[in-house]
C-alpha cells in the first residue's frame, strides 16, 4: 500500500510564493506518472504539473510560475509556486501512477488560497 501526505499549503497574497511537498510511504513503487492536481471550488480537478519519465508536462495556466522537482532518496516531489494569483487558490492533490499496475493513488490533499 501506498500512501501520499501533503503539506505546504497555506494562505498566501498574490504575488507571494508557496512550496508544496508531497512525501510517498508506504509499499516501495516505481512510478508511470507522478505530480500534482488540483481542484478550485465548483470546478473538475485538473492537472497542475505532472512528472513521467524524463519529461514534464505543466498546465498552460502556471508554467513558467510552478515548477515541480522530485528527490528519490527522500521520496518526496515538490511544487514550487511563485507569481501566485487568486485564480490558484484551490485544494492541491499529489498523484502518482504504479508503473505496472497503472493504480492511481491520491493524497488528501492541502489548500491555498491566495488574497488579492
Known amino acids: 500500500q501506498v500512501q501520499l501526505m501533503e503539506s505546504g499549503g497555506g494562505l498566501v497574497q498574490a504575488g507571494g510564493s508557496l512550496r508544496l511537498s508531497c512525501a510517498t510511504s508506504?509499499?516501495?513503487?516505481?512510478?508511470?506518472?507522478i505530480g500534482w492536481y488540483r481542484q478550485a471550488a465548483g470546478k473538475e480537478r485538473e492537472l497542475v504539473a505532472v512528472m513521467r519519465g524524463a519529461s514534464t508536462d505543466y498546465a498552460d495556466s502556471v508554467r513558467g510560475r510552478f515548477t515541480i522537482s522530485r528527490d528519490n532518496a527522500k521520496k518526496t516531489v515538490d511544487l514550487q509556486m511563485n507569481s501566485l494569483i487568486p485564480e490558484d487558490t484551490a485544494v492541491y492533490y499529489c498523484?502518482?501512477?504504479?508503473?505496472?499496475?497503472?493504480?492511481?493513488?491520491w493524497g488528501q490533499g492541502t489548500q491555498v488560497t491566495v488574497s488579492s
Open positions: 498523484y502518482a501512477q504504479h508503473l505496472s499496475s497503472l493504480r492511481e493513488y
Open positions: 508506504g509499499s516501495p513503487f516505481r512510478t508511470r506518472r
